[in-house]
């Protein structure tokens, strides 16, 4: 028999791990100021569910644009041309660099200094579009444009790298066997790439879900939106934040596994 | 591009006695640095020319440049009496739009050192997907021919398996057979064995000889082997810093080099 080390140290870090935890638990769970009651009326109440349906189609939509210009722009980055690669580099630098509360505050409030949309053809008196901004600006637009703009920028980068990630070697297999630099592009480098980017990519579906949240700020319909109207309501803020809390917590782990199943499927080849 | 235009009455003029691929006073820069010294060069139809010459002097340029994955600085390269990359108009040569340089590539097939099999592809999709996607060939067909090519480089059995899941020398043989399905007038090799653990080198010569023997196939070929020169080879050419120093039958350029750069390299090589 062999005895295995004793690790003496992490045993005594574990057990007061466990107890911090446990005593934290038991002090919210029995703090009477907190009203698990009031929790349970609205975890499943109609407001709260409309809007974490809102909240999981700004997350969807907008994840949905934010990948699809992602590659644009990662594509035009690594262009041959340098304006084309410019424009993108510098793409990335602004988005990147607005903050995303300011950017959805700006786009929540382009009707302040945009009164409509006219495009017409220069130099004569046609108009074939004029509508005002407010119509076509709703909170809802508003929130999936911020989202998607500033998600495009970081995905962008991810898309590069994993574009990057795949040889020389591939592209000039591709082009000796007469592929068009786009049909490389769709059938060879993309599907490699992608291994590479899934991943991160999910991170950036999580990170885009908790940054939904932050549209409560033009008031985007969505559920940290609900929750903190139900709070302004009845005053139970922190039960109700908790509530929003919980929802965030089950879409993130549902997420999470579908995100493993993806991977070990594209992982097998 | 280039005003050293050579005889522009070849233009897709058929003719029986023009060569497969004819290189005519082909220079090559990358930047200030000239890596490409006026060569001149014809391999014949079912010849199979092989390129032999120390590190750095050109060889894979050269053979890149027959497939225009290499611009030329000067000359002109015709596969099957038809200008490589460019169209001559007004005595001035104008590289093609892409569609159209990609639609003349699909007549030379290349053979890489590293295989560059497509990873996400079985050896069946390798071998089929371009003839498919670039050829629009019959999806059936393709696959028909592929797995028929696939047999002939003795890999029948093995078109659901991945790259990964074969050995080097596997590896280059289905490069080869995706090479292949295009139906090129021309095959290229760049030391397709030079990445090969030497028990797995046999395996990937067999299959050339094959081709060079047996199926006609023109072919010009970078390569290290001296014994597959002497043996497969029509010709053997020798380059040096650029240039072509020598060429010939493989007996005489191998056997009793004239140059003594030839002869350098050679008893550096054969040891
Ligand atoms: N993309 C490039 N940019 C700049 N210089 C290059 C490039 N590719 C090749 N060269 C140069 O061109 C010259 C010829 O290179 P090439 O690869 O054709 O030689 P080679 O004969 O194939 O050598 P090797 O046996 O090492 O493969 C070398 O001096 C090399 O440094
Ligand atoms: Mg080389």
């Known amino acids: 028999m062999v005895v295995p080390v004793r690790h003496y140290g992490r045993m005594i870090f574990a057990v007061i791990v466990v107890l911090a935890v446990i005593g934290t638990v038991y002090s919210i769970a029995t703090n009477p100021n907190f009203e698990w009651s009031v929790v349970a009326e609205f975890l499943f109440s109609p407001s709260i569910l409309r809007g974490l349906g809102s909240t999981l189609v700004i997350t969807i939509v907008s994840m949905a644009i934010a990948v699809v210009l992602a590659v644009v722009i990662a594509v035009m980055r690594i262009s041959p041309s340098r304006i084309i690669s410019s424009v993108a580099a510098f793409y990335v630098f602004v988005f990147r660099g607005i903050p995303l509360i300011v950017l959805l505050i700006l786009l929540g409030n382009l009707g302040l200094f945009l009164k409509s949309i006219t495009i017409g053809i220069p130099g004569t008196q046609v108009v074939l579009i004029d509508v005002p901004i407010s119509e076509v600006i709703t909170p809802f637009v508003a929130s999936v444009a911020g989202l998607s703009l500033a998600g495009a920028a970081y995905m962008a980068e991810i898309v590069r790298s994993g574009l990057l990630a795949i040889g020389r070697g591939q592209r000039e297999a591709a082009k000796a066997l007469g592929l068009t630099s786009s049909r490389t592009l769709r059938f060879i480098v993309l599907p490699q790439a992608l291994r590479v980017i899934l991943p991160p990519m999910g991170n950036e579906f999580i990170g885009m879900l908790k940054a939904s949240a932050i549209v409560s700020v033009i008031a985007g319909g969505d559920l940290l939106t609900v929750a903190q109207g139900i709070a302004g309501t009845n005053y139970r803020t922190i039960e109700l934040l908790i509530v929003a809390t919980i929802w965030y917590l089950l879409v993130i782990i549902v997420f999470s596994i579908g995100q493993y199943l993806l991977e070990r499927r594209t992982a097998e080849k | ?271």
Request: glycine residues 10%.
């Open chain 2, 1 to 271: 591009m280039s005003d050293r235009i050579p005889n522009p009455a070849n233009d897709e003029a058929p003719d029986a006695a023009r060569p497969m691929v004819h290189i005519q006073h082909v220079d090559k820069w990358y930047g200030n640095n000239q890596v490409l010294h006026d060569i001149d060069l014809a391999v014949e139809e079912g010849e199979t020319v092989c390129l032999v010459g120390p590190s750095g002097s050109g060889k894979s340029t050269l053979l890149r440049c027959v497939n225009h994955l290499e611009e030329i600085g000067a000359g002109s390269v015709w596969v099957d009496g038809e200008l490589v990359g460019y169209r001559l108009r007004n005595g001035r040569l104008h590289e093609l739009r892409e569609a159209e340089a990609c639609r003349k590539r699909v007549e030379v097939g290349m053979v890489f050192q590293h295989f560059n099999l497509f990873p996400h592809m079985t050896v069946l999709e390798n071998v089929s997907f371009a003839p498919i996607t670039v050829k629009n060939e019959n999806k059936a067909e393709a696959r028909a021919y592929a797995t028929s090519l696939l047999g002939r480089v003795g890999l029948a059995g093995r078109e659901g398996s991945y790259p990964s899941q074969l050995s080097g020398g596997q590896q280059q043989r289905v490069a080869i057979a995706r090479a292949l399905a295009m139906r090129p007038k021309v095959m290229l090799f760049d030391e397709p064995t030079s990445a090969l653990d030497p028990e797995l080198v046999g395996e990937v010569l067999a299959v050339m000889k094959d081709l060079a023997l047996t199926g006609g196939v023109t072919m010009l070929v970078v390569t290290h082997e001296m014994g597959f020169a002497r043996e497969v080879g029509d010709r053997v050419v020798f380059m040096d810093a650029g240039r072509i120093v020598e060429q010939g039958p493989p007996a005489q350029v191998l056997g009793d080099p004239q140059h003594e750069r030839t002869k350098a390299f050679l008893s550096a090589v054969l040891r």
